[in-house]
């Protein structure tokens, strides 16, 4: 069984300090042979914005025919399942709120349908994590991002206690993160943790 990983870099600013996070957890995820990563760069395709058409309570399905389309069955299908956003102006950048206001479709499935997310029993089986990086060093400058973050990761079938956060404070100028004293080193063992849970969890051997 391959534990399959889909990963999310929201940034509009390629290669900045969340983006490199990201990539330092993917980096260390491919180590293992079982992991296949399926990397999203969000603001590179097409993911447009909600509409609010509700036409997803009737049939549990999106009308907006773009990137995201597959993208909500490998949702489904993903056992690891990472965002990284910076802040912006005290909450996530615009891109990762389109991506997570597009789960609306799950919204609908799981309050309005009443259908099952996924599978029972994959129910307690996949995890997430947020990535998180803001200029400011404010103890509560990730609050808002993380309600919205912890709204769409239970939309899409994961506990709270499932859900993993690594928050970076103090990266403002692109590039920042790779001076901050325990970003790299906490990204890896995260990384390395996520796997080895969801192999624990999943009953996956080496």
Not at 149 to 157: A, E, R, T, V
Request: aromatic share 6%; net charge neutral; charged share 25%.
């Amino acid at each position: 069984m391959k534990i399959r990983v889909l990963a999310y870099a929201t940034s509009p600013r390629r290669n900045g300090n969340s983006e490199t996070v990201l990539d330092w957890m993917l980096d260390a995820m491919r180590v293992d042979p079982d992991t296949v990563i399926t990397k999203v760069v969000v603001p590179q395709v097409d993911i447009r914005p909600c509409k609010g058409c509700n036409a997803c309570e009737k049939t549990g399905e999106c009308v907006i025919d773009d990137a995201m389309q597959p993208l909500y069955e490998e949702t489904i299908a993903s056992d690891i399942i990472l965002i990284a956003a910076p802040v912006y102006c005290m909450g996530l950048c615009a891109q990762a709120k389109v991506l997570i206001d597009r789960g609306q479709m799950f919204r609908s499935r799981k309050y309005v349908l009443k259908l099952p997310i996924v599978p029972e029993d994959r129910v307690g089986k996949r995890m997430a994590c947020y990535i998180g990086t803001a200029g400011q060093d404010w103890d509560y400058v990730f609050d808002a991002s993380l309600a919205a973050i912890d709204c769409y990761f239970h939309l899409i079938g994961i506990r709270k206690k499932d859900v993993k956060n690594l928050l970076i404070r103090s990266v403002d100028e692109k590039g920042a993160v790779y001076h901050h004293p325990t970003a790299q080193e906490e990204a890896l063992l995260l990384a390395s943790s996520l796997i080895c849970e969801i192999r624990d969890r999943n009953q996956i051997k080496v």
